[in-house]
């Protein structure tokens, strides 16, 4: 047997254009199906880093993932605001151990500006219980002062005491500059995986003030409206009266679906109040068909690939001839022969595999630091995982059994043809 | 056995070949011994069924009636790995064309006996190194490039093609060569040049040499000459 195993792979190797053309097919999908899984997976557990030990976000209402998305993740913008009162008297309830109040909005060059107070510092947790720390400097204390990601850092080489300027809106185009206070740089946070790495931190005071000063200067009107403006002009104590939402960390679980409900029904104003474990699910479940194309996508590309693989084998099968007539003279038998040809087709989904492991390793270390400075996730690629072998062992089963049919093709024509070399 | 002549290295009873959905026979042999060593010439017309004839002793194909027994072994007893094993073990095979392969050297196209078989490799290197017998062989085969080893079988002349097709033939001493139309693929000063080569190095290591070929002119270099046409079965009006 040892013979066939060297002539198969130098026989390949003799047609090693084709061959990796082969092999190259299996592999790009390989590395589609795979790639869609760990992205999924990454994804997934990145998300629910962000979340990490936060029971509830509550916020005006709205839809619970719009709620989560702009709140959390800093995607979209805020609709509507909630009074300080109602947050106030939330915070208050007896099943609630902390709130971080968040208001949202502004922006300082196309990253999020996000109000906030102290118990953002000490409440947000990220990777399931990993506080938040400092690279350097501290948290904000006074009124222009900003806390920066560490993303915000890099991308904008910011270091502390740099004097920073806040817009109001989101997004790369400014509408407005409240260019009369630039905010000092007092803390860079170490980086974390989510999206505070991508997020510039203020007091609430600091927030309004800003609001303050635009309303009373006429020239800087922008025509972009908000809630942010229903409060009373003549006085400048500069303490919030709207926020955008908050998050809650609850004594017990046990409170949670109750305290859930009673928000929602909360008679001042209409609020929602999201489970954000419970809303990404919802959102996992939207992005299913989304999920299940990509997997059919792959499922076909595979199939492809297979057929691909079939078409050489076949197409090599009336060329080989006398290489299977010379190896029946030298006393190959007809089922070495077959087995000669699902060694090869086993030996080209197996370098397809290789090849598709290490495309993908290459390409996730690639698109890794864009995808967490453009999307903010984190993601973690471990080694293969045990659903993942089942899926390589799957491919290389499919290889062999799409073999068999020139396999059983060379078997029969080697018993037909015998010693006779034609042609 | 008979008398006191020596056991037969082949011989074939009563052999008849059929190919399936055919009632007529090929061709009927009642007898045929060939003895160790010995040089046979097979003549036939094309068509007479001389490659089937070499398929049915190289145990590839499988008569329709009548006995074929190699160093005393009915292959009618023996399974079908059995046989491939006595082919490997004691057949070296040389065909009219494309006997190499062309992605291997020269050196492996030879080795691939040896690989095929640890008897003939054992006897291959029973005075020397694998590596050195195949040197031998193919300068006593009259191949005396040096780099000849090393060149791919593609890149070689058909007459040098055929030179390596007989070397690996023989690499650890068979006891028959089969010979399908060897020559008929070279011109005239080859061929005589290949056949006298071949049945030196076949007499030096003891090798009986079944040869076949429409070419009667090569008989004159052998120990006895049959025709197929002698072989045709009853009722099918024979040479009269
Ligand atoms: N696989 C097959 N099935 C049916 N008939 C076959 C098969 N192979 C060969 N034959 C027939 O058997 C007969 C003998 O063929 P064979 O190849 O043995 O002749 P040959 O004497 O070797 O001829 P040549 O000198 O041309 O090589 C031919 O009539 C051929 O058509
Ligand atoms: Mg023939």
């Not at chain 2, 020559?183 to 080859?190: G, K, M, N, Q």
Request: aromatic share 6%.
């Amino acid at each position: 047997m040892r013979p066939l195993v060297v002539l198969a792979i130098k026989s390949l190797w003799n047609r090693r254009l084709t061959a990796l053309l082969t092999a190259l097919a299996v592999a790009l999908s390989v590395v589609l199906i795979l790639g869609v899984e760990r992205i999924h997976q990454a994804a997934q557990s990145s998300f629910m880093g962000s979340v990490a030990q936060t029971d509830l976000v509550v916020g005006a209402r709205t839809s619970p993932l719009q709620l989560l998305l702009f709140s959390v993740f800093r995607i979209g913008n805020p609709t509507n605001s909630i009074s300080v009162k109602t947050w106030k008297h939330i915070d208050s309830l007896p099943e609630v151990k902390w709130t971080v109040p968040l208001s949202l909005g502004d922006s300082h060059r196309g990253y999020p500006v996000v109000a906030t107070n102290d118990s953002y510092l000490e409440h947000l947790r990220f990777r399931q219980s990993e506080s938040l720390s400092f690279v350097g400097g501290r948290w904000f204390e006074a009124l222009h002062e900003v806390v920066i990601g560490a993303e915000v850092a890099d991308q904008l080489n910011y270091s502390l005491g740099d004097k920073v300027v806040v817009s109001h809106g989101t997004g790369d185009v400014t509408f407005t500059h409240h260019d009369e206070h630039p905010f000092k740089v007092v803390g860079i946070l170490r980086r974390t995986g989510t999206p505070v790495d991508r997020s510039l931190h203020i007091s609430l005071e600091a927030m309004e003030a800003l609001h303050h000063e635009e309303e009373e200067h006429p020239g800087h009107s922008h025509g972009h409206s908000h809630d942010h403006h229903h409060h009373h002009h003549d006085h400048h104590d500069h303490s919030a009266q709207k926020i955008s939402a908050f998050l809650v960390g609850l004594e017990s679980p046990r409170a949670l679906l109750l305290l859930q409900r009673q928000i929602s029904e909360y008679e001042a104003e209409p609020l929602t109040a999201v489970i954000p474990g419970r809303a990404l699910q919802q959102l996992w479940q939207g992005l299913e068909i989304v999920h299940n194309t990509l997997r059919l996508i792959g499922a076909l590309v595979l199939g492809v690939s297979l057929l691909a693989m079939l078409l050489v084998l076949l197409s090599t099968l009336n060329e080989r001839r006398r290489e299977m007539a010379i190896l029946r003279a030298l006393g190959a038998s007809p089922w070495a022969v077959m087995g000669l040809l699902l060694f090869e087709a086993l030996l080209l989904a197996l370098s397809g595999v290789v090849l598709g492991g290490a495309l993908l390793a290459l390409g996730l270390v690639g698109l890794k630091p864009w995808l967490e400075a453009k999307m903010g996730l984190s993601l973690h690629f471990g080694g293969i995982a045990s659903g993942e072998w089942m899926i390589l062992v799957v491919i290389l089963l499919a290889a062999l059994v799409v073999a068999f049919l020139p396999a059983y093709q060379a078997y029969r024509r080697s018993l037909a043809d015998g010693l006779r070399v034609s042609l | 056995m008979q008398n006191s002549s020596p056991a037969p290295l082949l011989w074939l009873q009563n052999l008849g070949f059929s190919w399936p959905g055919q009632a007529r026979e090929l061709f009927f042999i009642p007898e045929l011994k060939l003895s160790p060593a010995e040089r046979l010439f097979l003549k036939g017309a094309s068509g007479s069924g001389k490659t089937t004839l070499l398929n049915l002793v190289g145990g590839v194909l499988s008569p329709t009636r009548g006995e074929i027994q190699f160093l005393g072994r009915s292959f009618s007893q023996l399974s079908a790995s059995a046989k491939d094993q006595l082919r490997a073990d004691e057949m070296g095979f040389i065909f009219q064309l494309f006997n190499l392969l062309p992605f291997l050297t020269v050196e492996e196209n030879i080795l691939l006996s040896a690989q095929f078989s640890a008897e003939r490799k054992s006897r291959a290197t029973h005075s020397r190194s694998l590596k050195e017998e195949v040197r031998r062989l193919v300068e006593a085969l009259g191949l005396n490039e040096s780099d000849i080893l090393e060149r791919r079988a593609d890149q070689l002349s058909v007459g040098q093609q055929q030179r390596v097709a007989c070397a690996r033939a023989l690499l650890g001493r068979p006891k028959l060569l089969i010979a399908d139309e060897p020559t008929s693929a070279l011109d005239a000063d080859t061929k005589e040049a290949f056949i006298q080569l071949l049945l030196s190095e076949c007499e030096q290591s003891s090798t009986a040499v079944l040869f076949v070929s429409h070419d009667s002119s090569l008989a004159q270099h052998f120990d006895r000459k049959l025709e197929m046409a002698d072989f045709l079965p009853d009722g099918s009006g024979g040479r009269a």
